[in-house]
């Protein structure tokens, strides 16, 4: 079993036809200046290492990061997951692009022993933790499956827009959902999440993943 960093996971799905984020890992303070002045900045850092999943709640991200900032945000997280995760194996720092505004989804894959793959689809951010809106189907699934699971939670009007918020682009979500049903035959995957996945009217894009594989 392996697990694999964010930076990891955001390329497995790239490999799918997921879009993700512009991103690059850095192993100094100069490398993270450049990477923020290549991507364009105001950027978020996160500290990319296997042994830590949920890294904002070590203090390891720090959002809206400037250009002239991006070298001492480097040195404050590696010191920050120092105090608190000093075993951590840490790779980098992911400079990566900051997310678009739009809705907030979650996308996630689970295998089981006796049904094998599970997708799993939902609003993300407090939407899922609080009222757990998801939808599930067993993989695989295939366009209108997809859209039926779309359809399917409680806050689907949130998606079509209302009191002003612009809708979501749900063929997006229905590819995205479509293309992890795809890599759960081609891939040893044990479990997936991408959280959040953004979308709006034009499309969505993968911020935050994270993977565990069997190896």
């Known amino acids: 079993m392996k697990i694999l960093t964010e930076h990891e996971a955001k390329k497995l799905l790239s490999k799918y036809g997921i879009p993700v984020t512009k991103e690059s890992i850095a192993k100094s303070p100069d490398e993270a ?17 296997p042994d830590i999943s949920h890294k904002s709640d070590v203090g390891g991200v720090a959002l809206n990061v ?11 997280i590696l010191l920050q997951i120092k105090k608190v ?15 678009p505004p739009g809705h907030e989804i979650i996308v996630g894959l689970k295998k089981d022993a006796q049904f094998g793959h599970a997708i799993m689809f939902g609003l993300g951010g407090i939407f899922v933790e609080v009222y757990k809106d998801v939808s599930f189907r067993v993989a695989p699934i295939e366009r209108n499956e997809a859209l039926a699971m779309i359809s399917e939670i409680k806050g689907y009007p949130i998606l079509k ?40 009217e034009k499309g969505a894009v993968a911020v935050d993943a994270r993977a565990m594989i069997d190896v």
């Open 33 to 49: 200046s450049a990477i923020a002045q290549q991507i364009g900045t105001p950027v978020a850092m996160k500290i990319s290492s």
């Open 161 to 200: 827009g209302i009191r002003g918020r612009k809708p979501a682009d749900i063929e997006a979500i229905a590819r995205v959902l479509v293309a992890v049903s795809e890599m759960a035959q081609k891939e040893n995957i044990i479990e997936l999440d991408i959280n959040p996945l953004i979308v709006d």
């Open 66 to 76: 400037n250009v002239h900032d991006a070298k001492s945000t480097y040195d404050k």
């Open 85 to 99: 995760a000093s075993d951590a194996r840490i790779e980098g720092i992911l400079v990566q692009q900051m997310a």
